[in-house]
């Protein structure tokens, strides 16, 4: 059974750090690229950031130079640090886990960010 698990969400102020992480279980994680989408509400859910399974990485526009993903195949476990956060942010953020040579790709549940004063 594949399972994502998210943790590491909560309330922080403007300006505020958060670590999110993800471990996985069930799937090889090494094959699989790893990504973070967060959907704020009334909005559709969106790519923050994704770590290739080449050892490459993408970011969003909006999170470029403040959010650093990473992955540690070991741990089976992908990271999101997140810093100078803004009240935009604000989001239940989700873990991705995408396979790159076919369609197949997985969800976790969700971990609640929000960023208010």
């Known amino acids: 059974q594949v399972q994502l698990v998210e943790s590491g969400g909560g309330l922080v102020q403007p300006g505020e750090s958060l670590r999110l992480s993800c471990a996985a279980s069930?799937?090889?994680?090494?094959?699989?690229?790893m990504g973070w989408y967060r959907q704020a509400p009334g909005k559709q859910r969106e790519l923050v950031a994704v770590s290739f399974i080449a050892g490459n990485t993408n970011y969003a526009d909006s999170v470029k130079g403040r959010f650093t993903i990473s992955r540690d195949n070991a741990e089976k476990t992908v990271y999101l640090e997140m810093t100078s956060l803004k009240p935009e942010d604000t989001a239940v953020y989700y873990c991705n886990a995408q396979s790159p040579i076919s369609s197949l790709r997985y969800w976790g549940q969700g971990t609640q960010v929000t960023v208010s004063s």
């Open positions: 069930g799937i090889n994680f090494n094959v699989f690229h």
